[in-house]
């Protein structure tokens, strides 16, 4: 299984600008999981989505960031415009429904982002 | 609310020795207790999963212990290496949350000297 997969790895950008990160799950993982890491506020959960709909998206800190699942195979984490205060490490996770899992979590090697 | 904690946030140990990081929790209604390690620029990797029901689990050179009761997980690492040097969080599940959705401490940093 190759895993959680995430892209850009690293992302540099100007602060106003659009960033979009990107997460594929592990195939048949019914829960994808975004995160955020910083040094002041450890891991954040963002948002989830279960069966491609957001559950819960009480985690995402204005109206600057959306994501959406549109398939089962890929969610997008999008911030618009970017600011300097952003700059983190952006994860994504994914997880089988709990009646076939244990509620284990497997996350992607995350997204470094850098608002300048 | 829920709140993890892990002290000490860093550690230092010659090689060869035992390794025990501690994790307390405040609201003992869990549903698992997760322990992830991280290495410098790289994602959560799981290391053991300690479902409520249970007292500990082991994997290789690695035990976590969890007393609910009193609101504690212990992750043991046997005889140290170099390798093990990286940062370790644990993770909570509440029952009273939706599935997945974990509350993380800080981490423990753990440099294994040579």
């Known amino acids: 299984d190759a895993g959680v997969i995430q892209s850009p790895r690293h992302e540099v950008t100007e602060m106003g600008q659009e960033v979009t990160l990107r997460c594929k799950p592990i195939s048949g993982h019914d829960y994808l999981f975004w995160y955020r890491q910083t040094m002041m506020r450890g891991l954040e959960l963002l948002i989830y989505?279960?069966?491609?709909?957001?559950?819960?998206d009480s985690g995402m800190p204005e109206d600057r960031f959306s994501a959406k699942m549109p398939n089962a195979s890929f969610s997008t984490l999008k911030i618009q415009p970017s600011e300097p205060r952003d700059s983190a490490v952006y994860f994504c996770?994914?997880?089988?429904?709990?009646?076939?899992?244990?509620?284990?979590?497997?996350f992607g090697e995350g997204s470094r982002l850098t608002v300048l | 609310k829920q709140e993890v904690t892990q002290i000490p946030a860093a550690l230092s140990v010659p090689e060869g020795e035992n390794l025990v990081l501690n994790c307390s929790f405040t609201?003992?209604?869990?549903?698992?207790l997760q322990w992830f390690r991280q290495d410098p620029g790289k994602g959560l990797t799981s290391l053991l999963l300690?479902?409520?029901?249970?007292r500990e689990q082991t994997s290789g050179r690695l035990n976590a212990s969890l007393d609910k009761s009193s609101g504690r997980s212990t992750l043991y690492i046997a005889a140290s290496q170099p390798g093990d040097s990286a940062t370790y969080l644990c993770a909570v599940l509440m029952t009273t949350d939706s599935w997945g959705k974990l509350q993380f401490g800080a981490g423990t940093q753990v440099v294994v000297t040579p």
């Open positions: 300690i479902q409520s029901s249970q």
């Open positions: 989505f279960n069966n491609n709909v957001p559950i819960d």
């Open positions: 996770a994914s997880t089988p429904q709990g009646s076939l899992g244990t509620g284990e979590l497997f």
């Open positions: 609201d003992s209604a869990i549903y698992n």
